[in-house]
């Protein structure tokens, strides 16, 4: 196992999405505190201190996997992060709300919240929660159906738009369920990725 000698630079990524939440610092004991309590701790420079993420706004880092890149000098630490995000302007990620593959799944279930706290007329988001789970649902199967007929026909931009249909009323029945797209990303996880043992994580 590689031993931390001078400051290391930790590259903080989110473990479900990928995104890249911050970089920070790590010396051998803001390491070692990680190793044993399973959440970030890094060394502050302008503070010299340890410094515990989260410990006090508690948007605290849980770590799923630690790794050393190929030439042991920088780490890439993976978490689950809590709370509002790991940027301390309040943003999730300390890079701003730089695309990913999936982020429009994320911008699209915000407006669906958005429009559940400040309703908009003849928002067809609106009709779909005010007529609830039976017509969400209803819609849901509609989807589903004319997504299979799609892929039959082999129609790809149909199928396309279909599916894109298919993931917006996806998105909305989650919403009335009272769950997230993170949720669904943490069983995809939890069922596809070997998480292993934090330490044995090191080794790979």
């Known amino acids: 196992m590689p031993e931390i000698t001078d400051l290391t630079p930790a590259i903080v ?8 939440l911050m970089l920070a610092y790590v010396n051998q004991e803001s390491y070692d505190y990680m ?27 849980n770590i799923k996997h630690i790794a050393f ?10 978490v689950e992060q809590m709370g509002k995000g790991a940027c301390h302007t309040g943003s999730y990620s300390c890079f701003g709300d730089e695309p990913g593959q999936f982020h429009i799944l994320n911008e699209v279930f915000a407006q669906i919240e958005d429009r559940s706290e400040h309703p908009k007329e003849n928002s067809y988001t609106n009709y779909l929660l005010d007529k609830g789970a039976d017509k969400i ?10 997504t299979i007929i799609a892929a039959m026909h082999r129609d790809k931009p149909e199928l396309t738009g279909e599916v ?19 949720d669904i990303t943490e069983k995809l996880a939890e069922r596809h990725m070997v998480e292993g043992n934090l330490k044995a994580g090191l080794l790979r």
């Open 137 to 146: 649902c209803k819609k849901v199967g509609e989807e589903a159906a004319e």
């Open 164 to 182: 894109a249909d298919l993931a917006y009323h996806l998105l909305v029945l989650l919403f009335e369920q009272g769950l997230t797209p993170r």
């Open 13 to 20: 990524q989110d473990y479900y999405t990928g995104r890249v």
């Open 35 to 61: 190793l044993e309590h399973g959440q970030t701790c890094f060394w502050s420079r302008s503070r010299q201190e340890l410094w515990h993420k989260g410990a006090t706004s508690g948007d605290v880092q």
């Open 69 to 78: 890149d190929c030439d042991e000098d920088t780490l890439l630490i993976q």
